[in-house]
């Protein structure tokens, strides 16, 4: 009965949704209904469920509640630029089993491309994606003089962190994943702390993320290890709601949606006491994620000219702060980086917004990978990555 519920009721929301939904491709909607997961763990779900799943995480009635952001008034234009032609790119997007992908270069749209069913007019998951625009938050709440000092104690913010392993590990340690707290991140297994803790059933009052990290043990000294974390950026989402004294999503509103100039709607979800899933769950089209990465490249600038965060903000966050062990790579504020000056927002299963700021190029990107990091579609993206910017540098 539960099944046929959710079925059911995400049918309504596929026709309402009218052209985002494809209601004119009817063996089409079918198969997608037909695909439709009835539990909520994310991780473990097939492939087919997560086609069907990934294009509709906020119309979900087995997952949560969302929040939204509304289109901007005026959209930030997307002219079109000169045609680029990608050899091979037709192979590349079906091994990487591409949703939808945006070039921009120098400001202009050069290539744009669609599959597995979707378009334009839909809103994909982002997963970790989601990291980069709570980072970006971060120096919006310190223009703001919300946040004093990226040197603050964390639990200066979060009283409900005194106490535990967090309690001195400062606003920075925690944007560059170096709190040195425990944490097991492992995307395949059932146990562990990623996919536990967004099921954590708080005392009455309490929020989630915050309590289950409080009860976690320390591995190092704070600043001593770099040691990836979705729980920690989940903490930097509480932090940023509760210096600013609003909601995640309506700052997002203000301080990117609206300045950025996107065209559509987007969401968050929620978790289990209704604060934004900092650390991933933003559902956006294509081209507003490619709007997002010219909005970055661009120093966070609005149509007046006025930037979002303080100067010299995207200088640190986009830079490497931290060693990961991947020569040519590292991490800085919830941003991966290269060591040519190159940056990316990344998210399981092939979310992904490439930087680079030498050539004013942005690639957003959206997929569903056979696995969430561990099959060979990252190498596969990162040599497209480099191909495309040896086309941009041939003159394309």
């Known amino acids: 009965m539960r099944t046929r519920t959710v079925i059911l009721s995400l049918a309504a929301a596929l026709l309402a949704a009218g052209g985002g939904w494809y209601a004119s491709r009817d063996q089409e909607t079918r198969d997608l209904l037909a695909n439709m997961p009835t539990d909520r763990d994310v991780l473990m779900w097939k492939q087919p469920q997560r086609d069907a799943a990934f294009r509709a995480m906020d119309r979900l009635p087995l997952l949560a509640e969302t ?33 939808g992908i945006v070039i921009i270069h120098d400001g202009k749209v050069r290539f744009e491309k669609y599959g597995l069913g979707f378009d334009a007019k839909g809103r994909w998951t982002s997963f970790s994606v989601a990291k980069s625009f709570t980072s970006t938050l971060v120096g919006a709440a310190i223009k703001d003089g919300k946040i004093k000092s990226l040197e603050d104690k964390v639990s200066l913010y979060i009283p409900g962190l005194r106490g535990s392993a967090y309690d001195d590990v400062s606003v920075r340690q925690l944007l560059m994943m170096s709190s040195g707290v425990k ?46 974390n979705t729980g920690e950026t989940n903490l930097i989402g509480v932090l940023v709601s509760s210096a600013v004294g609003r909601p995640l999503s309506d700052y997002m509103a203000e301080k990117i949606w609206a300045p950025a100039g996107m065209e559509q709607q987007g969401t968050w979800l929620l978790g289990a006491t209704g604060h934004e899933i900092a650390g991933c769950c933003i559902q956006a089209a294509v081209r507003d994620y490619a709007r997002f990465g010219q909005f970055v490249l661009n120093g966070g600038k609005g149509p007046d000219g006025v930037s979002i965060v303080p100067d010299g903000w995207f200088a640190q966050a986009t830079v490497k702060q931290k060693d990961i062990g991947d020569p040519g790579h590292g ?66």
């Open 183 to 228: 944490w097991n991140e492992d995307y395949e297994d059932p146990e562990a702390d990623v996919a536990k803790f967004n099921n954590v059933k708080p005392a009455p009052g309490e929020d989630a993320t915050v309590a289950y990290l409080r009860t976690l043990p320390r591995a190092h000294p704070p600043g001593t290890v770099w040691h990836y």
């Open 331 to 396: 991490y800085g504020f919830q941003w991966w980086t290269y060591d040519d000056g190159s940056f990316a927002a990344q998210g399981i299963f092939g979310q992904g917004i490439f930087i680079d700021p030498k050539r004013k190029l942005v690639i957003a990107s959206n997929a569903n990978w056979t696995r969430a990091t561990q099959g060979p579609e990252g190498e596969w993206r990162e040599a497209f990555y480099k191909q495309v910017q040896g086309l941009v540098d041939a003159g394309g």
């Open 67 to 99: 929040r939204s952001f509304a289109a901007a008034k005026t959209p930030t234009p997307l002219p079109v630029g000169k045609p680029l032609a990608i050899p091979g790119f037709a192979d590349y997007a079906a091994k990487q089993r591409l949703a």
